[in-house]
């Protein structure tokens, strides 16, 4: 056990020396004289007042972007006047005779993991850039996105605040609206709805469509032009169904007054004109079974 204590100790100091040595032979300071040392020594006193300049100017000009958090500015401050640091001190030290080869690969990784760090942050920041500078909707429109519906409150650096119907508060991340579908409400200046309902075969389709329509343009809120109408939009087992559409202004609570509305002016209508609508029934026959 001594003897192999003895033989790592003695591997130890070894390796020590040789460092010792590749750590002599990257330092060259055969030509250092004393103008080298006050060189350097003025090389990095003067980086901490022309980093703190430096800060100030990018945290400005990162202040002025469009979609940029209130840390933003902050990050970016400081991490200029570090860099200016960084590089001054890599210059003392090439002065003095150092090799500064690694300054080069260290420059390289810090800004790879800081990238790799930051990269949410990045995304973030350009989603919302885009969507303010080239934007697909406004504040104050009402959007479906990421199966949410509501009026657009903020676009942010991160996210786009999004009231719903039912005053809850939603954030949808801003690469979250990009990626996926986005319906705009309220690009236009009017919207469609419809229903559908079945009618019994032996109803003239002509007249009840008719009193569908009479129906719809009674409604507060239904646009008159252009007016409701009706198609025609297939056959069932006992029955034939219509879709009755009507326009009204593009926001969701015209949707949901006016479909109120014409459900209840429709069943109405209907029940004034003797008209049912058949109400699913299933019909149950036993077949005959012969006596013993």
Do not use: C
Not at 44 to 73: C, E, H, N, Q, T
Not at 92 to 117: D, E, K, R
Not at 265 to 270: F, N, P, S
Not at 272 to 291: F, H, K, L, N
Request: aromatic share 6%.
């Amino acid at each position: 056990m001594l003897r192999i204590a003895f033989i790592n100790a003695t591997q130890l100091v070894a390796q020590s020396i040789d460092d010792l040595e590749k750590v002599g032979q990257a330092v060259d300071t055969s030509r250092i004289s004393g103008w080298h040392i006050v060189t350097a020594i003025i090389v990095f006193v003067a980086s901490w007042p022309i980093g703190l300049l430096a800060g100030r100017l990018v945290g400005r000009l990162v202040g002025r972007l469009p979609a940029v958090p209130d840390y933003a500015p902050n990050i970016a401050k400081r991490a200029a006047r570090y860099l200016v640091v960084f590089i001054a001190l890599a210059i003392a030290l090439n002065v003095l005779g150092v090799n500064v080869g690694w300054f080069t690969v260290t420059l390289g990784l810090i800004v790879v993991v800081a990238v790799l760090m930051i990269r949410p942050l990045i995304e973030s920041l350009a989603a919302g850039f885009l969507l303010q500078t080239r934007p697909s909707f406004h504040i104050g429109d009402e959007i479906e996105t990421n199966g949410h519906r509501g009026k657009v409150l903020d676009i942010n650096a991160r996210t786009t605040v999004i009231q719903t119907r039912d005053w809850r508060s939603i954030h949808v991340p801003n690469t979250d609206v990009l990626s996926e579908v986005l319906i705009v409400l309220t690009t236009f200046e009017r919207r469609r709805s419809a229903i559908e309902l079945d009618i019994e075969y032996g109803v003239d389709v002509a007249e009840a469509s008719d009193r569908l329509v009479e129906a719809a343009s009674g409604v507060e809120g239904v646009h008159a032009d252009p007016p409701p109408y009706v198609r025609a939009r297939g056959f069932g087992t006992a029955t034939y169904t219509l879709s009755l559409r009507w326009w009204h202004d593009p926001d969701l609570s015209s949707g949901s007054r006016t479909l109120d509305g014409v459900v209840r002016e429709v069943k109405r209508a209907l029940d004034e004109a003797g008209i049912e609508m058949p109400s699913p029934e299933v019909i149950v026959r036993q077949p005959d079974v012969a006596e013993d």
